[in-house]
């Protein structure tokens, strides 16, 4: 009796079932550290760069400014340099109106770079993250773990679409504020306030908030792009790059070669626009507003950017939308499953 209940006493505990959120945390952990240069140096390192062609601007600028007899600014003649305190005090309502509209574009561009390397960043990323880890032999490793395909490829799904563009949209707001405070140097040294000339006209939290909510509709939109890249980095035995780009464009010269658009009384550049070029360039954040009426991109609306925004999430309401997202699942569903037998050797 003692000896089984000793028996009993030496049989090691069964270790707890990992949760499945603690195990997608752990999951975006790697891939964060793994691919760190492009999710986080990559969009930083564009930053830097945009605030110095601002500082390179500025600084033409002021040289300009100290080099030339004579200019005209809003109507007024200066000859002894720019004094941005006077020119305020002159300003009408409309000239303000005028100055919030080109300060809010102004900031708002200054997440242009940032955002524009993210895209670049999710497409290869995308495009390498199952390939190479066959081409290395380190999915060997991976696969000896109690981790399923299907949860690493969500990982990199979420890490793409998710992390990345979260990351990016937190320096590009960075950067907007660095922007602005380049610009306030410029303005306390020729007399100005920065509060009223940049600050309150930039809108600076209208633009970041603009930003984070379209996060999700990034995420939406990047889909299928992000599907067809997994798909390929699964699939492809060599240059995944090369399949990725050929097979859409490909598709494209063939059916308009025999006119296949025609069948469904579409114009041949549909194919291009609402597939190829979806398929592609569905990564880079903003491209959604080419499926927007021009119309409904109005600066001077009353509402400003709530209209802004609301015009851009209208695009939930178009067919391609939910269309490329399905197919954006199919094609990660089909990626995992060739995760699963998908081996060099």
């Given amino acids: 009796m003692n000896a089984a209940t000793d028996t009993l006493d030496r049989v090691p505990a069964r270790p707890a079932a990992t949760h499945p959120t603690h195990k997608l945390q752990l999951l975006l952990k790697r891939e964060f550290w793994e691919h760190k240069g492009g999710f986080l140096w ?43 305190g006077a020119l305020t005090s002159d300003m009408s309502p409309e000239d303000m109106e005028k100055l919030a509209n080109g300060m809010s574009m102004s900031t708002a561009s200054a997440m242009f770079w940032p955002m524009l390397v993210l895209g670049f960043v999710v497409f290869f990323y995308c495009l390498g993250s199952l390939f190479d880890e066959r081409k290395d032999r380190s999915v060997l490793f991976w696969k000896s773990l109690p981790v399923s395909d299907r949860d690493t490829v969500a990982s990199k799904v979420v890490s793409a679409l998710v992390v990345a563009p979260a990351i990016s949209i937190a320096i590009g707001i960075a950067c907007m504020i660095g922007f602005l405070l380049l610009l306030s140097v410029f303005v306390l040294i020729h007399g100005g306030n920065p509060f009223v000339l940049l600050w309150r006209p930039s809108s600076l939290l209208a633009n970041a908030g603009v930003a984070i909510a379209t996060l999700p509709l990034y995420a939406l939109w990047a889909l299928p792009s992000a599907g067809w890249l997994l798909l390929c980095s699964a699939w492809a035995k060599s240059k995944p790059f090369l399949w990725a780009i050929m097979i859409p464009v490909f598709s494209g010269v063939l059916i308009y070669w025999f006119g296949l658009m025609d069948l469904f009384g579409l114009e041949q550049s549909w194919f291009w626009k609402n597939v190829v070029a979806h398929v592609l360039g569905g990564v880079f954040p903003g491209t959604w507003m080419l499926q927007m009426h021009p119309a409904t991109l109005n600066a001077n609306h009353p509402l400003g950017h709530l209209a802004l925004l609301k015009a851009m999430y209208s695009v939930l309401a178009t067919p391609q939308m939910w269309i490329g997202a399905i197919a954006g699942i199919a094609m990660i569903t089909t990626a995992i499953r060739l995760r699963r037998w998908r081996d060099e050797g």
């Fill in 42 to 84: 990559a969009p930083i390192w564009a930053a830097i760069i945009s605030l110095l062609f601002t500082v390179v601007a500025l600084g033409m600028g002021e040289y300009a400014i100290r080099h030339h007899d004579g200019f005209q600014f809003n109507g007024r003649t200066m000859l002894n340099g720019l004094d941005l």
